[in-house]
């Protein structure tokens, strides 16, 4: 299961890639921050499309121990996140750094790009938005407009 | 997800996050009736009341993948229609 509603901890994923004959480890964390587009972000809560979001993030662990000779463990939590809670942790343990490196890269960056999960921030005067409603509204206007 | 549970005529379209709240449910059912693409769904559900909160950069999914909009689809299929992607 890569996703969880419990409390990430980095060490529990390190021992699960790390073995003698691999000497580099690669980790990636990824934690709530405290503002966004210039306003004070109190709390956030990630959801997501739970069965999509497993098998995407299976397809994108597989296709980088494809590519690198890797170990890879991932785990994304959702539910109601505080400041500094981490959202998204990443270990990766290669024979060497390089392929780590590159391995954990590539995860993030395709987590981000095609993993079903969504964001809705508590800013500090209260108000509440999901991450999207911007890009959602100004694109939606677009959108109808061409059709 | 329960396609039994629907009739063969009815495509079943589940919405996420902002579109969930937007459009007031998670769940759609609509008449299978001309509708042979994710596009063509996505057309449909964008008809909607509060449809036009789908915007240019919806993501649909069918069957648990990122689909095209030229994929096709069927009564039965799991069908997703989902906002821009916020997760890391």
Same mark, same amino acid.
């Given at each position: 299961?890569?996703?969880?509603?419990?409390?990430?901890?980095?060490?529990?994923?390190?021992?699960?890639?790390?073995?003698?004959?691999?000497?580099? $480890?690669?980790?990636?964390? =990824?934690?709530?921050?405290?503002?966004? =587009?210039?306003?004070?972000?109190?709390?956030?809560?990630?959801?997501?499309?739970?069965?999509?979001?497993?098998?995407?993030?299976?397809?994108?662990?597989?296709?980088?121990?494809?590519?690198?000779?890797?170990?890879?463990?991932?785990?994304?939590?959702?539910?109601?996140?505080?400041?500094?809670?981490?959202?998204?942790? $990443?270990?990766?343990?290669?024979?060497?750094?390089?392929?780590?490196?590159?391995?954990?890269?590539?995860?993030?960056?395709?987590?981000?790009?095609?993993?079903?999960?969504?964001?809705?921030?508590?800013?500090?005067?209260?108000?509440?938005?999901?991450?999207?409603?911007?890009?959602?509204?100004?694109?939606?206007?677009?959108?109808?407009?061409?059709? | 997800?329960?396609?039994?549970?629907?009739?063969?005529?009815?495509?079943?379209?589940?919405?996420?996050?902002?579109?969930?709240?937007?459009?007031?449910?998670?769940?759609?059912?609509?008449?299978?009736?001309?509708?042979?693409?994710?596009?063509?769904?996505?057309?449909?559900?964008?008809?909607?009341?509060?449809?036009?909160?789908?915007?240019?950069?919806?993501?649909?999914?069918?069957?648990?993948?990122?689909?095209?909009?030229?994929?096709?689809?069927?009564?039965?299929?799991?069908?997703?229609?989902?906002?821009?992607?916020?997760?890391?």
């Amino acid at each position: 299961m890569y996703l969880t509603r419990s409390p990430l901890t980095l060490s529990t994923l390190i021992d699960e890639v790390a073995s003698a004959d691999r000497g580099g $480890i690669v980790s990636f964390l =990824g934690t709530v921050r405290d503002h966004h =587009g210039g306003r004070e972000v109190r709390a956030l809560s990630y959801s997501a499309y739970d069965p999509m979001a497993e098998s995407v993030s299976a397809e994108i662990v597989a296709e980088a121990a494809a590519r690198w000779p890797v170990r890879i463990a991932l785990q994304h939590r959702l539910g109601d996140l505080e400041i500094g809670d981490v959202a998204v942790a $990443i270990a990766v343990a290669g024979g060497h750094r390089d392929e780590a490196f590159a391995a954990c890269r590539y995860v993030i960056e395709e987590l981000k790009r095609r993993v079903p999960i969504w964001k809705k921030e508590t800013y500090s005067d209260g108000t509440v938005e999901w991450v999207d409603q911007g890009a959602a509204n100004s694109e939606g206007r677009r959108g109808t407009a061409t059709q | 997800m329960s396609a039994e549970a629907s009739s063969p005529s009815v495509i079943r379209v589940q919405l996420f996050a902002s579109y969930a709240e937007r459009l007031g449910q998670h769940v759609i059912e609509l008449p299978a009736d001309g509708v042979r693409t994710a596009g063509d769904v996505l057309d449909r559900v964008r008809a909607l009341p509060s449809g036009a909160a789908i915007g240019a950069s919806t993501l649909v999914a069918v069957n648990l993948r990122h689909a095209p909009r030229d994929t096709p689809v069927k009564a039965g299929d799991e069908i997703a229609i989902m906002p821009p992607l916020a997760g890391g």
